[in-house]
């Protein structure tokens, strides 16, 4: 099953994301904050990232326009995942590489659906 890296500094959010994810079938790498998350997609690879965007030492959106112009992490598909709702919000993860946006508090079912999206399945995963 794919490997997603999940950059979140909040240990409640990483906990429960993490567990429902793998309870999906998914493999899941956890990072604490932006540079960690840069440092994971640069050696890991994984086929998909989740950037929280408010993050420690460097931040979502920092982290997310770095990974996008490395050219052995540019493939990968971020979503962002952010409490800030505004549409300016949206087009700013967008601008720095992300490909696409959810809201938190996460909708499982909405992010499940982004998720195989972008990893080319359209069945949910086991």
């Not at 493999?27 to 989740?50: C, K, R, W, Y």
């Not at 720095?96 to 938190?104: F, I, Q, R």
Request: hydrophobic share 45%.
């Amino acid at each position: 099953m794919a490997r997603i890296l999940l950059v979140e500094d909040n240990e409640m959010n990483r906990d429960m994301l993490s567990r429902r994810l793998e309870k999906k079938g998914y493999t899941i790498t956890l990072a604490v904050d932006g540079e960690q998350g840069v440092m994971l997609a640069q050696s890991l690879l994984p086929e998909l990232i989740l950037m929280d965007m408010s993050l420690p030492i460097m931040d979502g959106w920092e982290a997310s326009r770095i990974i996008k112009t490395m050219a052995q992490t540019q493939h990968i598909p971020i979503i962002a995942l952010t409490a800030h709702a505004m549409a300016e919000d949206r087009q700013r993860a967008l601008e720095v590489g992300c490909d696409d946006y959810d809201t938190k508090p996460i909708d499982l079912l909405r992010l499940l659906s982004k998720i195989q999206l972008f990893l080319g399945s359209q069945e949910p995963p086991g």
